[in-house]
């Protein structure tokens, strides 16, 4: 059960689109597609932007999207905001069962 | 409104035993299996484990499995996690967390859509 790789920190400007990768393994994220992507204020609880590797749910911005090829999922945030600077973590079903989180990585709003 | 609110966080001395809570509102509570995930400080958030929506099946993280347990009372809307052989690692914020269920065919989904704020687990002599 070793954590999903993601980088500790991306940054980009407003109106720009940053990238956050989260890579795996054949027997977790490259193995299902049951990625999903959580975004944490500090302080606060993990809030839901991205489950079924693509999906949004309702009230997510249509600026987050996901996607994944192979073992690596990403997360892309399109016309970055101020309010978009938070933690971001992804997860995976892994297998019997049991779930898996990435590193978390901080996005910063320049 | 769906919610769900985390109690019984507290200081505890190693190889002591902590009993957390996690009460559900505004959704059939029974209907759902529910995670317990955590966070250590200035960490990443790590599944510690799951349990189905009529307590038949648990799962759990390596890190915690024979240590920990994890239950529910469906008629109190609660989920729980016992705690027990603490370790300064198991230090964290503990969250609960709704595992989603298609609404359509009722089958478990993958993800967790509903979070508590959590509840603090400091173990320490």
């Known amino acids: 059960q070793s954590a999903l790789t993601q980088p500790a920190s991306v940054s980009g400007s407003p109106g720009q689109s940053i990238t956050i990768s989260c890579t795996g393994t054949s027997s977790d994220v490259g193995g299902y597609n049951y990625v999903s992507w959580y975004q944490q204020h500090p302080g606060k609880a993990p809030k839901l932007m991205i489950y079924d590797v693509s999906n949004r749910p309702s009230g997510v911005s249509n600026r987050f999207s996901g996607s994944k090829s192979g073992n690596t999922a990403s997360l892309t945030i399109s016309g970055l905001q101020a309010e978009d600077e938070s933690d971001y973590y992804c997860?995976?079903?892994?297998?019997?069962?049991?779930?898996?989180f990435g590193g978390g990585t901080k996005l910063t709003v320049l | 409104q769906v919610q769900l609110v985390e109690s019984g966080g507290g200081v505890v001395q190693p190889g002591r035993s902590l009993r957390l809570s996690c009460a559900a509102s505004g959704f059939t509570f029974s209907n759902y299996a529910m995670h317990w995930v955590r966070q250590a400080p200035g960490k990443g958030l790590q599944w510690v484990a799951i349990i189905w929506y009529d307590g038949s099946n648990k799962y759990y993280a390596d890190s915690v499995k024979g240590r920990f347990t994890i239950s529910r009372d469906n008629s109190k809307n609660t989920l729980y996690l016992q705690m027990n052989s603490l370790r300064a690692e198991d230090t964290a914020v503990y969250y609960c967390?709704?595992?989603?269920?298609?609404?359509?065919?009722?089958?478990?989904?993958?993800?967790?859509?509903?979070w508590g704020k959590g509840t603090t687990v400091t173990v320490s002599s």
């Open positions: 967390a709704r595992l989603s269920t298609n609404p359509l065919t009722g089958y478990l989904e993958y993800y967790m859509d509903v």
């Open positions: 997860s995976s079903y892994t297998s019997s069962y049991t779930w898996v």
